[in-house]
């Protein structure tokens, strides 16, 4: 049974825009923070940004900030990330996750998984 599915990433230019998405199955979603994450090659997993449930608070990555966006659609079990500016260390797979417990930065915190999707952003 797949709990989340991450929309197509692709290849933009720097500086460009491409918006991800998440369909989540309901017992995944519901009550619960959601997380992108991204792995770089030779790199480990990052976070990236979470939304909170109930306030619908975010946190996002430093390098991230005023350019990410997190969102969710409660009523459509789907997560968004709104990425703008993109710059070529931006380059990796990203993960859509369902947070159980712990800090929201950490990848043990989460326990369902995206498959992932690429994004490559050229120079």
């Known amino acids: 049974q797949v709990e989340l599915v991450e929309s197509r990433g692709g290849l933009v230019q720097t500086g460009g825009s491409l918006r991800l998405s998440c369909a989540a199955s309901?017992?995944?979603?519901?009550?619960?923070?959601m997380g992108w994450f991204r792995q770089a090659p030779g790199k480990e997993r990052e976070f990236v940004a979470t939304?909170?449930?109930?306030?619908?608070?975010?946190y996002y990555l430093d390098s991230v900030k005023g350019r990410f966006t997190i969102s969710r659609d409660n009523a459509k079990n789907t997560v968004y990330l709104q990425m703008n500016s993109l710059k070529p260390e931006d380059t990796a797979v990203y993960y859509c996750?369902?947070?159980?417990?712990?800090?929201?930065?950490?990848?043990?915190?989460?326990?369902?998984w995206g498959q992932g999707t690429q994004v490559t952003v050229s120079s």
């Open positions: 939304i909170t449930w109930d306030d619908g608070k975010t």
């Open positions: 309901r017992r995944t979603f519901s009550s619960r923070a």
């Open positions: 996750a369902a947070h159980l417990a712990g800090p929201y930065s950490t990848v043990g915190s989460y326990d369902f």
